[in-house]
């Protein structure tokens, strides 16, 4: 059992729970036993939002195959749990089905959000470099980096953005993009 979801964990459940709920394959427990045997998942702990007006809220769910085989309660739930069941507490967390963030940049920020830095907040021209430097470290030689996020130079003490002298130099083995008022 994992101590806090990780992020795969979470949109794994956040996926399947928002695919269930869509294709309608959710059963909630008490009305409809799921299918014999385990689970490949469950959640419990949580405040699960079922959509349901007879059942709005449970507090664990169980998977199997990428569908819904339980929604209730954890006692009721838990009882899914085999030995190859991946166990996720969700510690008072709330679970919702189906939202969709029509403008999310998913297939972007999976592939290449370790070669994106964000200047949000930063106070200086000299920080925002070092930030590029850093970044240009882990970045292999020939990729790009990009600059994303929320700044502009007024945020910077020197009310300026940095040269392209400067981002050359931070960034020498490097196309670097930056993206001004993301």
């Not at 929604?71 to 899914?80: I, K, M, Q, T, Y």
């Not at 679970?95 to 106070?123: A, C, K, Q």
């Not at 790009?144 to 050359?168: A, C, D, H, Y």
Request: net charge neutral; aromatic share 8%; with cysteine.
């Amino acid at each position: 059992m994992s101590p806090q979801p990780t992020r795969r964990e979470f949109l794994a459940a956040a996926a399947a729970g928002t695919a269930a709920w869509t294709f309608g394959a959710c059963q909630t427990i008490g009305t409809t036993q799921p299918a014999a045997g385990t689970a490949d998942l469950v959640l419990f702990n949580g405040k699960v939002t079922t959509m349901d007006p007879g059942v709005p809220e449970a507090s664990a769910l169980a998977t199997r195959g990428g569908k819904f085989v339980a929604v209730g309660s954890d006692a009721e739930v838990r009882r899914l749990i085999g030995p190859g069941t991946h166990v996720i507490d969700a510690k008072g967390q709330r679970v919702i089905p189906g939202l969709n963030d029509s403008h999310m940049h998913f297939v972007r920020e999976g592939l290449v959000y370790h070669l994106e830095t964000r200047w949000d907040g930063v106070e200086s021209v000299e920080e925002a470099l070092e930030m590029l430097r850093e970044q240009a470290k882990r970045t292999p030689k020939g990729q790009w980096i990009r600059v994303i996020g929320g700044f502009s130079q007024f945020q910077f003490k020197e009310r300026r953005m940095p040269t392209l002298e400067e981002i050359n130099a931070a960034a020498p083995d490097h196309p670097v993009f930056v993206l001004y008022l993301y």
